[in-house]
């Protein structure tokens, strides 16, 4: 059974740097792109960045680039997201998903960062 | 680039039929087979309903299906059921030279 398996929600300062994870299991890890999605209080749901795990290969949406920094660990089948300088606007629930040419079959639980 | 446009709500009584559009550019919507369709119930994960324009996941009731004319992909769900009122997103492939993928704004569907 293919799952992604998210960290738990975070309350963090303003300043404050931050790593969330999301494990994959049930599958292949290194051969699918895995997505990150941010979802604002009351909002919609945004791209943030494509991880293709095979080569690192990484992708940005324009509105995020510089602002995270998105990463594998392939020994552990884990994808990070990361901020080195959180801002209260970054409160949101993040959610990682597998994804082929961005559709996403299966999703992570969600991650709830408060700042 | 810019979010898929979809209409902020639609709504629908039980055993009726209702459409959700996702309107695009010829650079994502109308360039690319690969549109999918979301359904997301308050506090919960998006779930895949539709990919690759037409497709149904396995588990998906065959209420749910999607097309696409020119720009602008449609979602249908027919023989609508109280279960079925939720938030829907459209998502498209957008092209390997920009970044490429692309969400709609989110369309609030009503049972009544």
């Known amino acids: 059974e293919v799952q992604l398996v998210q960290s738990g929600a975070e309350v963090k300062q303003p300043g404050e740097s931050l790593k969330i994870s999301c494990k994959g299991s049930?599958?292949?890890?290194?051969?699918?792109?895995i997505g990150w999605v941010r979802q604002m209080p009351g909002k919609g749901l945004e791209w943030m960045g494509l991880?293709?795990?095979?080569?690192?290969?990484?992708k940005y949406s324009p509105s995020f680039q510089g602002q995270v920094s998105i990463s594998v660990d392939n020994s552990i089948s884990t994808a990070y997201l990361q901020w080195s300088s959180l801002k209260a606007s970054d409160t949101a629930m993040y959610y990682c998903?597998?994804?082929?040419?961005?559709?996403?079959?299966?999703w992570g639980q969600g991650t709830l960062v408060t700042v | 680039q810019s979010a898929l446009t979809q209409p902020r709500s639609v709504s629908g009584s039980p055993g009726q039929s209702v459409a959700i559009s996702c309107t695009g550019t010829?650079?994502?919507?109308?360039?690319?087979?690969?549109v999918s369709w979301y359904q997301q119930r308050p506090g919960k994960a998006p779930k895949l309903m539709i990919f690759?324009?037409?497709e149904r996941p396995s588990g998906v009731p065959d209420r749910f299906s999607g097309s696409k004319s020119g720009n602008t992909a449609s979602l249908t769900i027919s023989g609508l059921q109280a279960e079925d009122e939720a938030d829907y997103y459209c998502?498209?492939?957008?092209?390997?030279?920009?970044?490429?993928?692309?969400f709609g704004g989110g369309t609030k569907l009503t049972v009544l």
């Open positions: 998903g597998r994804a082929h040419y961005g559709q996403v079959d299966y």
């Open positions: 049930g599958y292949s890890f290194t051969k699918h792109w």
């Open positions: 991880i293709y795990p095979g080569d690192s290969n990484t």
């Open positions: 010829n650079s994502d919507v109308g360039g690319y087979d690969y």
């Open positions: 690759d324009v037409t």
């Open positions: 998502c498209s492939y957008a092209g390997r030279y920009t970044f490429d993928v692309v």
